[in-house]
């Protein structure tokens, strides 16, 4: 007789968060000493950043925090998902003449007197570099949506590019949004970008200047009093990187730091942290959404209808109910529930154990005397991992060990710091599975062809080494498409097959809990763009 395993609530929290406790803490961060220094603010994640390039591949939200304080790009996204120009002089529109009416021509008007940190002019030429090393097969840059669509790209004068495209391509301002500019007269003899000093010595634009990095520890920017959009109002900015969530929230509570992003408050703090005084609790809906990553590559995983009964076993909104405590909510989709292309017809079909063990017996994967499911002198046993010291992320693991664990299937946890399990670890695909949130590659269009495109393996970010032509053939015909209704039929396609052969098993939409303290005027989520310091240059103390 099998013993049904459970796990309520308070045991999956305590147990993952078991070694987790909240330490004094000692020299520059020592309690109330962040916010008694105006000239500084101290901002907090659990991960630290290991690329500084920004247009290689990126951790996002731990990455992309390096991009938003050192470098612009041609236009930036508010929090009201408004484009606005940042080293584009205006934003290129048909109504000014800057996109051709058949939308294969853009012409952009670049912003006069910018400079990079190091004294050098900023011209079209940097922009040019950067496309040309966008659109180079040995640069293992983090994306080429749209890019690889650019017919010609003309540099006019020192402030003007113009680009003409293959044939229209909708999600063209977020692929541009997404992607930095780099120096042409630093980086355009260098042998190879890849393993470039720049890549951890970086020279922008943007509003902030690296000045040092302690491995481990934290790093230090200045303020660049020559920044084009104005001297930021703060003059030194640390990020500190505190692995553990929970302790990361003790020392937001005791005043060490000033700013919590990139995950935040456990869930099960944020009502105790909504009361904390001065403290500003701040609700951060996120473009995430988390997954189960199966690697198709493995032998465990190569059959669809082995992914599709591994899914089905999960208690996924178990493990939004009981360890989220229903503050994300459920997706069946690499969408957020409330995006425009988001396919309301998708059915929920977890939590199924029964089909499950019958998917996989009919698999041909059968229990062998140990209770394990094998096939072929393989057995069903594989390793999850995901970044260390964050308890929900823990707890769903656990949940789903349990899960799979009764339909004879055995998963080792095998959590790493996010620096190595992010890194080629995941970007040459040797991890079993992950428990990964991922936002859409190309800002909020639904364009998916870097995570699932078969021309993404191995040369941009479909790291489960997915196939399938018809998905393929759709994500090719929806970034041509420009009325909304088709392109909703098209991404609805792509879902559903998605949901059928599960390379990647959704969970949860990802909503965070940020705080600040209340002396800090500018903070604001922005449920647009990765990065909790997309606006770092209006931050300001009161």
Known sequence: MTTKLTMNRRTLIKSAAASSLILPATGLFRPAIAQSNRERVIFTTN????????????????DTIVEALVFDALWDVDDQGNFIPNLAAELPTRENGGISQDGRTWRVNLKRDVKWSDGQPFTAKDVEFTYQTIVNPKVAVRSRSGFELIDTFKVVDDYTVEMTLTRPYVPFYWAWQSMHIVPHHLLSGEADINTSGFNTEPIGTGAYTLKSRTAGSHMVYEANAGYHRGAPKIRQ?????????????????TGEIDVFGLMGIPYDRWDEAKALPNRNFVLAPQPYVQFIYFNTEKPQFTDPKVRKALYIACEMQKSIDDINFGTTPRTLSYLHTSHWAYNNALKEETANPQLAEKMLDEAGWRRGADGIREKDGVKMKFTMSTTAGAPPRQASQQLFQQNWKQIG?????????????WGEYTTKSQFDTLLVAWEPPVGMDPDYAS???????GNGANYTQYKNPEVDRLLDEGVTQTDVEQRKETYGKVQQILLDEVPFAPQFSVVQGNMSTSALNGFKANQYVTDACWNVHEWAWA
């Open 47 to 62: 991960q630290e950043p290991v690329q500084f390039n920004p247009l290689l591949y990126a951790n996002g939200g731990t």
């Open 237 to 253: 900015f640390i990020h500190k990187f505190v692995p553990d969530q929970l302790v990361a929230y003790g020392q937001m509570r």
């Open 409 to 421: 299937v055995e998963m080792e946890i095998k959590n790493m710091p996010g620096s190595v399990v």
């Open 451 to 457: 995570r699932c495109h078969s021309k993404a393996i």
